[in-house]
């Protein structure tokens, strides 16, 4: 049972516009949430975290925000760039157990 | 991370047959794990290590087995693979802050 779930497999933006992922949990208990950037042939790399007692954290153009109440995380990317373009998954932990989505794939359009 | 390298990093085998990924790290992170890609999953925990000689299961930890005899060093290892164990293998290490990860290159793994 996926306990975090990126519902769409991918999107496509703008260079220049706003980039929107979004995910949803289902357990309330997450200590953290995090965001993860692929590119193809390589491991991930960390790119945001939120602890469960914010609501929001930013980092230059990266900013994640936390709605506790409907178990729903985002990042947004402000401007987004062709470098930009892989696949991002959403993953939350508890203790020493992580869950990760499937991945939204991104395409940033020069 | 260029910390984190994992060992082959392709590999085809048969079914029935043992097979043994290592993953070797220069950071002296305390916390390693193993993940496994899949289409339509994402990455699962398999296991996970939180010091020399202590680890504990994740999520998909059947058929799997690790070691870890010292701290740069983390083993899984599939006893009797079959054909379910095929996929892209991570391992992942981190320190104080052990929600944020590195993760290796990966591991292909074909299991025939």
């Known amino acids: 049972d996926q306990q975090v779930k990126q519902n769409s497999p991918s999107l496509s933006v703008q260079e220049g516009r706003i980039s929107i992922l979004n995910c949803d949990y289902t357990n309330s208990m997450f200590d953290y949430f995090l965001w993860y950037k692929k590119y193809p042939a390589e491991g991930p790399t960390f790119l945001i975290s939120i602890s469960s007692i914010k609501d929001k954290n930013e980092d230059g153009r990266f900013t994640v925000f936390l709605n506790k109440s409907a178990k729903h995380l985002s990042l947004h990317i402000v401007p987004s760039q062709p470098g930009d373009s892989a696949v991002y998954f959403c993953a939350a932990t508890r203790g020493n157990q992580f869950y990760f989505g499937t991945g939204t794939s991104l395409t940033v359009i020069p | ?112």
Not at chain 2, 18 to 30: A, F, G, S
């Open chain 2, 1 to 112: 991370d260029a910390g984190i390298t994992q060992s082959p990093r392709h590999k085809v085998t048969e079914t029935g047959t043992p097979v043994t990924l290592r993953c070797h790290q220069t950071e002296n992170h305390r916390y390693m794990y193993w993940y496994r890609q899949d289409p339509g999953h994402g990455l699962r925990l398999i296991h996970y290590s939180y010091g020399v000689k202590d680890t504990d299961k994740g999520e998909v930890s059947d058929g799997y087995s690790v070691s870890r005899s010292k701290t740069e060093d983390f083993l899984l290892t599939l006893e009797s693979a079959t054909s379910s164990q095929t996929s892209v293998y991570f391992c992942a290490g981190s320190g104080s802050q052990k929600e944020t990860q590195y993760f290796g290159p990966g591991t292909r793994l074909l299991v025939l």
